[in-house]
Protein backbone atom coordinates (compact mmCIF):
# COMPACT_ATOMS: atom_id res chain seq x y z
CA UNK A 1 0.00 0.00 0.00
CA UNK A 2 1.14 3.42 -1.20
CA UNK A 3 1.23 6.09 1.73
CA UNK A 4 2.00 9.61 2.17
CA UNK A 5 4.31 11.36 5.32
CA UNK A 6 2.33 13.45 7.24
CA UNK A 7 3.97 16.55 8.72
CA UNK A 8 4.52 15.27 12.49
CA UNK A 9 5.70 11.93 10.84
CA UNK A 10 2.79 9.82 10.68
CA UNK A 11 2.45 7.87 7.93
CA UNK A 12 -0.88 7.87 5.98
CA UNK A 13 -2.39 5.31 3.49
CA UNK A 14 -2.50 6.86 0.03
CA UNK A 15 -6.00 5.29 -0.42
CA UNK A 16 -9.02 4.61 2.22
CA UNK A 17 -12.34 3.22 2.52
CA UNK A 18 -15.45 6.05 3.23
CA UNK A 19 -18.30 4.55 4.78
CA UNK A 20 -20.76 8.37 4.30
CA UNK A 21 -24.39 7.15 3.59
CA UNK A 22 -23.64 3.89 3.92
CA UNK A 23 -26.52 2.82 5.99
CA UNK A 24 -25.61 1.23 9.74
CA UNK A 25 -27.16 -2.13 8.67
CA UNK A 26 -24.96 -2.28 6.01
CA UNK A 27 -21.71 -1.05 7.69
CA UNK A 28 -19.89 -3.83 9.23
CA UNK A 29 -20.51 -6.09 6.26
CA UNK A 30 -18.92 -3.40 3.76
CA UNK A 31 -15.62 -2.55 6.01
CA UNK A 32 -15.27 -5.73 6.21
CA UNK A 33 -15.02 -6.23 2.76
CA UNK A 34 -12.65 -3.59 2.49
CA UNK A 35 -10.44 -4.93 4.95
CA UNK A 36 -10.68 -8.15 2.93
CA UNK A 37 -9.90 -6.83 -0.34
CA UNK A 38 -7.14 -5.08 1.23
CA UNK A 39 -7.92 -1.48 2.48
CA UNK A 40 -6.19 -0.38 5.63
CA UNK A 41 -7.25 3.34 6.22
CA UNK A 42 -11.51 3.46 6.82
CA UNK A 43 -13.10 6.90 7.32
CA UNK A 44 -16.05 7.60 9.26
CA UNK A 45 -17.74 10.25 11.31
CA UNK A 46 -19.73 10.94 14.61
CA UNK A 47 -22.65 12.24 12.03
CA UNK A 48 -22.84 9.56 9.71
CA UNK A 49 -24.12 7.13 12.56
CA UNK A 50 -22.13 3.77 11.80
CA UNK A 51 -18.83 4.20 14.33
CA UNK A 52 -20.00 1.04 15.77
CA UNK A 53 -20.29 -1.08 12.93
CA UNK A 54 -17.05 -0.17 11.61
CA UNK A 55 -15.85 -0.71 15.27
CA UNK A 56 -17.60 -4.15 14.94
CA UNK A 57 -15.61 -4.98 11.38
CA UNK A 58 -12.15 -4.02 12.80
CA UNK A 59 -12.74 -6.01 15.68
CA UNK A 60 -14.15 -9.33 13.82
CA UNK A 61 -11.30 -8.54 11.06
CA UNK A 62 -8.17 -11.01 13.25
CA UNK A 63 -6.24 -8.14 11.57
CA UNK A 64 -3.41 -6.11 13.58
CA UNK A 65 -4.44 -2.40 15.28
CA UNK A 66 -1.21 -0.87 14.08
CA UNK A 67 -1.86 -2.23 10.65
CA UNK A 68 -4.97 -0.26 10.33
CA UNK A 69 -5.65 3.83 10.16
CA UNK A 70 -8.94 4.64 11.30
CA UNK A 71 -10.19 7.93 11.27
CA UNK A 72 -13.14 10.15 12.58
CA UNK A 73 -14.69 13.18 12.72
CA UNK A 74 -16.07 15.62 15.59
CA UNK A 75 -19.42 17.20 14.57
CA UNK A 76 -20.19 21.24 14.71
CA UNK A 77 -22.83 20.44 17.85
CA UNK A 78 -19.73 19.40 19.94
CA UNK A 79 -17.41 22.15 19.51
CA UNK A 80 -17.19 23.36 22.53
CA UNK A 81 -14.05 22.17 24.41
CA UNK A 82 -15.90 20.31 26.99
CA UNK A 83 -18.05 18.91 24.64
CA UNK A 84 -15.60 18.07 22.08
CA UNK A 85 -13.66 16.18 24.81
CA UNK A 86 -16.93 13.97 25.56
CA UNK A 87 -18.05 13.51 21.98
CA UNK A 88 -14.14 11.77 21.34
CA UNK A 89 -14.69 9.62 24.24
CA UNK A 90 -18.17 8.27 22.88
CA UNK A 91 -16.36 7.73 19.47
CA UNK A 92 -14.14 5.80 20.55
CA UNK A 93 -16.31 3.77 22.78
CA UNK A 94 -18.08 3.11 19.42
CA UNK A 95 -15.64 2.47 17.55
CA UNK A 96 -14.10 0.12 20.29
CA UNK A 97 -10.48 1.45 19.44
CA UNK A 98 -8.04 2.75 22.56
CA UNK A 99 -6.32 5.02 20.60
CA UNK A 100 -7.19 7.10 16.91
CA UNK A 101 -5.04 7.49 13.61
CA UNK A 102 -6.80 10.71 12.71
CA UNK A 103 -9.30 12.93 14.05
CA UNK A 104 -11.07 15.71 11.69
CA UNK A 105 -13.05 18.98 13.11
CA UNK A 106 -16.15 18.24 10.26
CA UNK A 107 -17.04 21.49 9.24
CA UNK A 108 -15.70 25.17 9.66
CA UNK A 109 -18.61 26.44 11.61
CA UNK A 110 -18.91 26.94 15.43
CA UNK A 111 -16.40 27.64 17.95
CA UNK A 112 -13.88 25.87 16.11
CA UNK A 113 -11.08 27.49 18.05
CA UNK A 114 -12.08 25.78 21.28
CA UNK A 115 -12.32 21.98 19.34
CA UNK A 116 -9.16 22.19 17.90
CA UNK A 117 -7.76 22.61 21.52
CA UNK A 118 -9.26 19.84 22.62
CA UNK A 119 -8.34 18.13 19.71
CA UNK A 120 -4.54 19.56 20.52
CA UNK A 121 -5.13 18.33 23.98
CA UNK A 122 -5.90 14.26 23.13
CA UNK A 123 -2.72 14.21 20.20
CA UNK A 124 -0.44 15.94 23.15
CA UNK A 125 -2.31 12.81 25.24
CA UNK A 126 -1.19 10.17 22.90
CA UNK A 127 -4.77 9.38 22.22
CA UNK A 128 -4.93 10.22 18.55
CA UNK A 129 -1.82 10.14 16.30
CA UNK A 130 -2.87 13.05 13.80
CA UNK A 131 -5.21 15.59 13.95
CA UNK A 132 -6.68 17.62 11.22
CA UNK A 133 -10.12 19.57 9.32
CA UNK A 134 -12.45 18.99 7.22
CA UNK A 135 -13.87 21.69 4.54
CA UNK A 136 -12.04 24.27 5.45
CA UNK A 137 -11.11 27.37 3.06
CA UNK A 138 -7.50 27.83 3.44
CA UNK A 139 -8.53 31.36 4.88
CA UNK A 140 -9.94 29.67 7.85
CA UNK A 141 -7.59 27.64 7.77
CA UNK A 142 -4.70 29.25 8.13
CA UNK A 143 -6.03 31.70 10.55
CA UNK A 144 -6.58 28.60 12.89
CA UNK A 145 -2.56 27.60 12.37
CA UNK A 146 -1.52 30.92 13.18
CA UNK A 147 -3.21 31.53 16.49
CA UNK A 148 -2.93 27.39 17.82
CA UNK A 149 -0.02 25.37 18.96
CA UNK A 150 -0.30 22.03 16.80
CA UNK A 151 -0.58 22.47 12.84
CA UNK A 152 -3.15 20.88 11.43
CA UNK A 153 -2.17 17.78 9.73
CA UNK A 154 -4.91 16.90 6.93
CA UNK A 155 -7.30 18.98 5.27
CA UNK A 156 -10.02 17.03 3.64
CA UNK A 157 -11.71 18.76 1.09
CA UNK A 158 -14.60 17.91 -1.91
CA UNK A 159 -11.98 17.46 -4.42
CA UNK A 160 -12.78 15.55 -8.05
CA UNK A 161 -12.63 16.66 -11.56
CA UNK A 162 -15.37 19.03 -11.59
CA UNK A 163 -14.11 21.27 -8.31
CA UNK A 164 -10.24 20.53 -8.63
CA UNK A 165 -8.92 22.66 -5.65
CA UNK A 166 -6.48 23.70 -7.47
CA UNK A 167 -5.39 26.72 -5.17
CA UNK A 168 -6.06 24.85 -2.44
CA UNK A 169 -4.04 21.98 -3.00
CA UNK A 170 -0.96 24.17 -3.59
CA UNK A 171 -1.20 25.94 -0.48
CA UNK A 172 -1.99 22.77 1.63
CA UNK A 173 1.97 21.41 -0.14
CA UNK A 174 3.21 24.86 0.52
CA UNK A 175 2.49 24.47 4.65
CA UNK A 176 2.96 21.16 4.41
CA UNK A 177 -0.67 19.81 4.96
CA UNK A 178 -1.87 16.75 3.53
CA UNK A 179 -4.87 17.04 0.90
CA UNK A 180 -7.12 14.69 1.05
CA UNK A 181 -10.58 14.65 -1.14
CA UNK A 182 -14.08 13.72 0.06
CA UNK A 183 -16.48 13.15 -3.07
CA UNK A 184 -14.00 12.15 -5.38
CA UNK A 185 -16.75 11.43 -7.65
CA UNK A 186 -18.35 14.19 -7.24
CA UNK A 187 -21.23 11.91 -5.65
CA UNK A 188 -22.23 11.14 -9.30
CA UNK A 189 -22.99 14.79 -10.20
CA UNK A 190 -22.32 15.97 -14.00
CA UNK A 191 -22.97 12.46 -15.50
CA UNK A 192 -19.05 11.64 -14.38
CA UNK A 193 -19.50 7.96 -15.24
CA UNK A 194 -20.52 9.04 -18.70
CA UNK A 195 -18.08 12.02 -19.47
CA UNK A 196 -16.51 10.98 -23.01
CA UNK A 197 -12.68 12.40 -21.57
CA UNK A 198 -12.71 10.02 -18.60
CA UNK A 199 -14.19 7.05 -20.38
CA UNK A 200 -11.41 7.46 -23.20
CA UNK A 201 -8.77 7.85 -20.87
CA UNK A 202 -10.13 4.52 -19.14
CA UNK A 203 -10.34 2.43 -22.22
CA UNK A 204 -6.88 3.38 -23.24
CA UNK A 205 -5.39 1.71 -19.62
CA UNK A 206 -7.69 -0.73 -19.28
CA UNK A 207 -9.29 0.94 -16.17
CA UNK A 208 -12.74 2.35 -15.11
CA UNK A 209 -13.57 5.92 -14.89
CA UNK A 210 -13.45 5.71 -11.16
CA UNK A 211 -9.93 4.24 -11.59
CA UNK A 212 -8.73 7.07 -13.70
CA UNK A 213 -10.44 9.95 -11.27
CA UNK A 214 -8.40 8.10 -8.07
CA UNK A 215 -5.39 8.03 -9.84
CA UNK A 216 -5.75 11.56 -11.18
CA UNK A 217 -6.01 12.66 -7.60
CA UNK A 218 -3.15 10.21 -6.54
CA UNK A 219 -0.84 12.32 -9.05
CA UNK A 220 -1.63 15.53 -7.82
CA UNK A 221 -0.80 14.16 -4.72
CA UNK A 222 -4.48 13.97 -2.50
CA UNK A 223 -5.49 11.05 -0.69
CA UNK A 224 -8.41 9.32 -1.70
CA UNK A 225 -11.17 7.63 0.58
CA UNK A 226 -14.23 6.19 -2.13
CA UNK A 227 -16.64 4.99 -0.73
CA UNK A 228 -19.11 1.57 -2.49
CA UNK A 229 -21.21 -1.21 -1.32
CA UNK A 230 -19.87 -3.07 -4.17
CA UNK A 231 -16.74 -5.76 -3.46
CA UNK A 232 -15.67 -5.80 -6.72
CA UNK A 233 -16.02 -2.22 -7.15
CA UNK A 234 -13.55 -1.74 -3.93
CA UNK A 235 -11.17 -4.12 -5.24
CA UNK A 236 -11.19 -1.99 -8.48
CA UNK A 237 -10.73 1.19 -6.61
CA UNK A 238 -7.90 0.05 -4.77
CA UNK A 239 -5.98 -0.76 -7.78
CA UNK A 240 -4.81 2.68 -8.85
CA UNK A 241 -1.24 1.98 -8.83
CA UNK A 242 0.11 -0.38 -11.74
CA UNK A 243 -0.55 2.80 -13.95
CA UNK A 244 0.73 6.23 -14.53
CA UNK A 245 -1.73 9.23 -16.56
CA UNK A 246 0.33 10.90 -19.02
CA UNK A 247 1.14 14.91 -18.35
CA UNK A 248 -1.32 15.03 -21.86
CA UNK A 249 -4.12 13.26 -20.20
CA UNK A 250 -3.67 15.17 -16.46
CA UNK A 251 -3.71 18.48 -18.47
CA UNK A 252 -7.14 17.24 -20.21
CA UNK A 253 -8.39 16.12 -16.63
CA UNK A 254 -7.68 19.34 -15.71
CA UNK A 255 -9.63 21.03 -18.03
CA UNK A 256 -13.18 19.77 -16.79
CA UNK A 257 -12.53 22.06 -13.75
CA UNK A 258 -15.62 24.52 -12.88
CA UNK A 259 -14.20 26.40 -9.72
CA UNK A 260 -17.44 25.59 -7.61
CA UNK A 261 -19.40 22.48 -5.98
CA UNK A 262 -22.00 20.73 -7.84
CA UNK A 263 -22.89 19.05 -4.43
CA UNK A 264 -23.23 22.51 -2.24
CA UNK A 265 -22.34 25.94 -2.36
CA UNK A 266 -21.04 26.81 0.90
CA UNK A 267 -21.52 30.10 0.40
CA UNK A 268 -25.14 29.83 0.54
CA UNK A 269 -26.47 31.04 4.05
CA UNK A 270 -29.15 28.69 4.11
CA UNK A 271 -26.70 25.79 3.76
CA UNK A 272 -24.25 27.47 6.26
CA UNK A 273 -27.28 27.91 8.61
CA UNK A 274 -28.65 24.22 7.96
CA UNK A 275 -24.47 22.65 8.42
CA UNK A 276 -24.07 24.19 11.45
CA UNK A 277 -27.12 23.88 13.68
CA UNK A 278 -27.57 20.66 12.18
CA UNK A 279 -27.92 18.40 15.88
CA UNK A 280 -26.79 14.50 15.42
CA UNK A 281 -28.18 14.06 19.56
CA UNK A 282 -29.97 15.79 21.85
Do not use: C
Not at 142 to 155: G, S
Amino acid sequence: MKEVRLNNGVMMPAIGFGVFQIPAHETERAVTDALEVGYRMIDTAASYFNEQQVGDAIRHSGLKREDLFITTKLWVQDYEYEDALRAFDKSMRLLGLDYLDLWLLHKPYGNYYAAWRAAERLYREGRIRAIGVTSFSSERLQDLFLHNEVKPMVNQLETHPFFQQKAANIFLQQEGIQHQAWAPFAEGKNDIWNNPLLKTIAERHGKTVAGVVLRWLNQRNVVVIPKSVHRERMAENLNIFDFSLTDEEMAAIARLDTGRSPIYDDMDLATVKGIGTYKIHD
